[in-house]
């Protein structure tokens, strides 16, 4: 495994344009077009309350995550796409600690996120830092395709 880098992307910096660029043509190759936020990425990344965190590899995108918190009680993961060749090789995971420790630094009581039940990998990866299956939601992708809504509550006394 290449050692990769979890950086924050910051409006503004020198290397925005190309991170965004990258981003942008991994969510196109991930996620279905109706799944894809690549339309409207810009606007996604303008809402002051969302962060963007992605791996970086000698200069390269190799993933990236989205977070949000919507109220003071419940932020949410919206995004969390690795490049395909980069698979299985931690990335995803660091970037969902980066992301679960940006959201406890806000202070909410909950993290969600919504992950198609076809996908084992992203599933494991989930229970493993400690998400729970909160229910099985009836097409929400498309009318043939479900989510399970997964929760990671934060304990007060940590």
């Known amino acids: 495994m290449e050692k ?9 910096s020198t290397n925005w ?8 043509k991994l969510e196109k190759k991930t996620f279905p077009k109706h799944e894809s936020l690549a339309q409207t990425f810009d606007g996604e990344l303008r809402k ?3 962060g963007l965190l992605y791996v970086d590899v000698d200069g390269e995108t190799m993933g990236y995550a989205m977070y949000s918190w919507p ?3 419940c932020a949410s993961i919206t995004k969390l796409a690795v490049k395909e060749n980069c698979r299985r090789q931690g990335h995803g995971e660091a970037l969902l600690r980066a992301a679960i420790d940006k959201c406890r630094s806000r202070k909410v009581q909950r993290v969600s996120l919504h992950v198609d039940p076809t996908r084992s990998a992203a599933v494991n990866l989930y229970k493993k830092l400690g ?3 909160d229910c ?3 097409s929400y992708y498309s009318a043939d395709r479900d989510a399970y809504r997964m929760y990671l509550d934060f304990d007060d006394s940590v």
């Open 71 to 73: 109220s003071s009680l």
């Open 17 to 24: 344009a190309k991170v965004v660029e990258d981003i942008v």
């Open 4 to 12: 990769g880098v979890v950086m924050e992307l910051i409006r503004g």
């Open 48 to 50: 002051r309350n969302a």
């Open 136 to 138: 099985l939601v009836k």
């Open 131 to 133: 998400f729970q299956v």
